[in-house]
């Protein structure tokens, strides 16, 4: 499912407009971002987790020359699904 579908199932489940949908998920997208950005976690009870990892500076490999090269620390978006979510995945794969 993309973003148009996504927008026209909301649309159709809660009888709003495309339109309105479509900027409600701007406005969350937009939000989830700006608070990563900030280094703050946002939960979403029954859903799950949006919070920001941190990967230290470490060494790798250039796989073309084998030549060690450094790898700069960095923070990464990462999601943990709630547990009502993990269930509904699972039950859906029996």
């Keep these: ?6 927008v026209a199932s909301i ?22 971002t700006a608070e990563l950005a900030k280094g ?6 029954g859903f799950g987790t949006f919070a920001v990892s941190h990967r230290s500076a470490s060494e790798g490999r250039n796989m073309r020359t084998g030549e060690p090269m450094k790898i700069p620390a960095r923070n990464l978006p990462k999601f943990k699904a709630g547990k009502p979510l993990k269930d509904a995945v699972a039950k859906g794969a029996e």
């Design 1 to 6: 499912m993309n973003r148009v579908e996504l």
């Design 11 to 32: 649309a159709d489940a809660t009888g709003l407009k495309k339109a309105d949908v479509d900027k409600v998920m701007s406005a969350f997208i937009d939000t989830v």
């Design 40 to 45: 703050e976690e946002i939960r979403l009870v």
